[in-house]
């Protein structure tokens, strides 16, 4: 059975700091590119953070280039998204994907930028 389970989410002021943790189990874990999306109220759901299978090469959204770091760890199937200096348009449910000829989704996160 596959399962994407989002964490991390929460209340934060603007500059600051959260980490989200995603954890996969039921698929080949580190066959897999890993992505965090996020939709704000209103809007699309959209990309911040793509990190291949073998963590080789990243991308991100050009909005939060510089302030989130994406990672993964195979052995624990975890990925991981380092959000720093915490804008109020960085409001949005957070969701972890795994993608590799299917989609697998997380249930999301909320964070929260508000003063």
């Known amino acids: 059975q596959v399962q994407v389970v989002e964490s991390g989410g929460g209340l934060v002021q603007p500059g600051g700091s959260l980490r989200l943790s995603c954890a996969a189990s039921?698929?080949?874990?580190?066959?897999?590119?890993l992505s965090w999306y996020r939709q704000a109220p209103g809007k699309e759901r959209e990309l911040v953070a793509l990190i291949t299978s073998t963590a080789s090469s990243t991308n991100y959204a050009h909005s939060v280039k510089g302030r989130f770091t994406i990672s993964r760890d195979n052995a624990k199937n975890m990925v991981y998204l380092q959000m720093n200096s915490l804008k109020l348009e960085d409001t949005a449910v957070y969701y972890c994907q795994a993608f590799r000829r299917v989609a697998y989704w997380g249930q999301g996160t909320q964070v929260t930028v508000s003063s």
């Open positions: 039921g698929f080949t874990f580190s066959s897999y590119a």
